[in-house]
């Protein structure tokens, strides 16, 4: 069964950056997609963005806004999240979770596994 884990959180500063990684085990990621979701305090959990493992194609959510990259690892076992220009409004948990394909609608019910969440937080 794929199990994955998020590293890289933290507290940045207003227009800092931060690298986020998503580790897998038990499973090899070439079949899957990874996908970064993020969950404010009160607000529901939202799509931030997604790569296809086998051939590299990626999906965004609106709350990018161009600000953030996802990439996969040369030896496709982890993705990371780059994320630049980090607004206060970015502060959340950040969870990452595969599923066989990035779905345009960002449903939560396509992806199967679901990494515990890392804390970003962004603030002066």
């Known amino acids: 069964q794929l199990q994955l884990r998020e590293s890289g959180g933290g507290l940045v500063q207003p227009g800092g950056s931060l690298g986020l990684s998503c580790s897998a085990s038990?499973?090899?990621?070439?079949?899957?997609?990874i996908g970064w979701f993020r969950q404010a305090p009160g607000k529901a959990r939202e799509g931030v963005a997604c790569?296809?493992?086998?051939?590299?194609?990626?999906e965004f959510g609106g709350v990018t806004k161009g600000r953030f990259t996802i990439s996969a690892n040369s030896a496709k076992t982890g993705v990371d999240l780059q994320m630049n220009s980090l607004e206060v409004e970015d502060t959340a948990v950040y969870f990452c979770?595969?599923?066989?394909?990035?779905?345009?609608?960002?449903?939560?019910?396509?992806?199967?596994?679901w990494g515990q969440g890392i804390q970003v937080t962004v603030s002066t």
């Open positions: 790569i296809r493992m086998k051939n590299g194609h990626t």
């Open positions: 979770a595969a599923a066989y394909y990035c779905p345009s609608s960002w449903a939560q019910d396509e992806f199967l596994y």
């Open positions: 038990g499973s090899m990621l070439e079949h899957y997609a």
